[in-house]
């Protein structure tokens, strides 16, 4: 019998909320693979995809031959605010504005502009005046300002807006584009301005109608993607239940670290189905059934941290035993050898 100890610990840093991707929205992304190609191609140039924009209600980006699209980094809004790390500086195309300034100044949260190191946001549609530039406007087919829309990348799922455009700064029209924020969230911070995710493996998922506006509800004044991330999860939720009859969803882990790490084992992701942590994905854990959080040691005892946020929900750590010595040192010198300081920190005991 080893001994536990519960930690309820307030994270002041940033947190990320991962899903494990619903069987629903697994199903989903399979079936557009397997497809190959779009038939409903609401633009050509693009392949903006209205398969299933009757019955489902969504558009989303696909390719030919199985690809779907990748993620290019977006810095465009507020400059040097909350979050900014400074991974921007090697983007040559970055703009202080966003496609919809107006409507989030209108939301009366003291934020007049999209922050990219805090608004998860993709860039939706094309827009330009340039000679045999091409056209899309997802509005034209019912797809809102500033709506929700659902991003599965790196074997899990992250809730996010549209909240740009593409412009014809380039030499050509292009999709696949989204806010540094959700591309840590994806992919982890080895990505800045200048450096995205290549493969067409990402599929970005728009929904139609007013009732995926997140509007006043979401926490735009957010200092971080987990806080802002974890206003839009339950209007998120709701609106995946359009897809294919709907599945549950499974929040995985939230992190005091600037993003979620990638997964690279599919079936094998934050929320998935375990044994034992051998089930889990590379640093992830098996907690109660399912994986999640981070494998770390604090002093020689067994500990299980479980954090709580009120915006975002519940994150799990919980040591390896089988950690080498030099490893055991890192974690804790990490942690540390006492309780965390605050007045939120309690210590119980738990049963094995």
């Given at each position: 019998m080893?001994?536990?100890?519960?930690l309820?610990?307030?994270?002041?840093t940033?947190?990320?909320v991962?899903?494990?991707?619903?069987?629903?929205?697994?199903?989903?992304?399979?079936?557009?693979?397997?497809?190959?190609?779009?038939?409903?191609?609401?633009?050509?140039?693009?392949?903006?995809?209205?398969?299933?924009?009757?019955?489902?209600g969504?558009?989303?980006?696909?390719?030919t031959d199985?690809?779907?699209?990748d993620?290019?980094?977006?810095?465009?809004?507020?400059?040097?605010?909350?979050?900014?790390?400074?991974?921007?500086?090697?983007?040559?195309?970055t703009?202080?504005?966003?496609?919809?300034?107006?409507?989030?100044?209108?939301?009366?949260?003291?934020?007049?502009?999209?922050?990219?190191?805090?608004?998860?946001?993709?860039?939706?549609?094309?827009?330009?005046?340039s000679?045999g530039?091409?056209?899309?406007?997802?509005?034209?087919?019912?797809?809102?300002?500033?709506?929700?829309?659902?991003?599965?990348?790196?074997?899990q799922?992250?809730?996010?807006?549209?909240?740009?455009?593409?412009?014809?700064?380039?030499?050509?029209?292009?999709?696949?584009?989204?806010s540094?924020?959700?591309?840590?969230?994806?992919?982890?911070?080895?990505v800045?301005?200048?450096?995205?995710?290549?493969?067409?493996?990402?599929?970005?998922i728009?929904?139609?109608?007013?009732?995926?506006?997140?509007?006043?509800?979401?926490?735009?004044?957010?200092?971080?993607?987990?806080?802002?991330?974890?206003?839009?999860?339950?209007?998120?939720?709701?609106?995946i239940?359009?897809?294919?009859?709907?599945?549950s969803?499974?929040?995985?882990?939230?992190?005091?670290?600037a993003?979620?790490?990638?997964c690279?084992?599919?079936?094998?992701?934050?929320?998935?189905?375990?044994?034992t942590?051998?089930?889990?994905?590379?640093?992830?854990?098996?907690?109660?059934?399912?994986?999640?959080?981070?494998?770390?040691?604090?002093?020689?005892?067994?500990i299980?941290?479980?954090?709580?946020?009120?915006?975002?929900?519940?994150?799990?750590?919980?040591?390896?035993v089988?950690l080498?010595?030099?490893?055991?040192?890192?974690?804790?010198?990490?942690?540390?050898?006492?309780?965390?300081?605050?007045?939120?920190?309690?210590?119980?005991?738990?049963?094995?």
């Amino acid at each position: 019998m080893h001994s536990f100890h519960l930690l309820l610990l307030t994270f002041a840093t940033q947190l990320c909320v991962a899903m494990n991707v619903p069987a629903n929205i697994q199903n989903f992304y399979n079936n557009i693979k397997n497809a190959g190609s779009c038939s409903n191609i609401l633009q050509t140039a693009f392949s903006y995809c209205g398969d299933h924009l009757d019955d489902y209600g969504v558009i989303y980006l696909q390719g030919t031959d199985g690809a779907l699209a990748d993620m290019d980094i977006d810095c465009d809004g507020l400059q040097n605010g909350p979050g900014d790390d400074g991974r921007c500086g090697s983007s040559t195309d970055t703009q202080s504005q966003s496609s919809f300034e107006d409507i989030i100044s209108g939301y009366g949260q003291g934020v007049g502009e999209l922050n990219a190191f805090v608004h998860p946001y993709v860039v939706f549609g094309n827009e330009g005046s340039s000679g045999g530039y091409q056209n899309f406007n997802p509005q034209d087919y019912g797809v809102k300002p500033l709506s929700l829309m659902a991003v599965v990348c790196g074997g899990q799922m992250f809730y996010g807006i549209w909240g740009d455009e593409n412009g014809d700064d380039g030499p050509k029209a292009m999709v696949g584009e989204a806010s540094i924020s959700m591309a840590t969230l994806c992919f982890g911070d080895s990505v800045n301005g200048n450096s995205g995710h290549a493969d067409t493996d990402v599929l970005y998922i728009a929904f139609t109608g007013s009732d995926a506006v997140p509007g006043t509800s979401a926490k735009w004044d957010a200092d971080s993607v987990g806080e802002f991330e974890g206003s839009i999860q339950a209007l998120g939720d709701n609106l995946i239940q359009r897809i294919g009859g709907g599945g549950s969803t499974s929040p995985a882990s939230s992190s005091p670290s600037a993003s979620c790490p990638p997964c690279s084992w599919d079936g094998h992701c934050a929320g998935a189905s375990c044994d034992t942590a051998d089930d889990c994905d590379g640093s992830l854990t098996c907690i109660d059934g399912q994986c999640g959080g981070e494998k770390v040691l604090r002093d020689e005892e067994q500990i299980t941290y479980r954090s709580k946020s009120e915006n975002v929900g519940q994150a799990y750590f919980i040591e390896n035993v089988g950690l080498s010595p030099r490893k055991r040192q890192e974690n804790i010198a990490k942690v540390g050898p006492g309780k965390p300081a605050g007045d939120e920190a309690t210590d119980e005991p738990l049963d094995d």
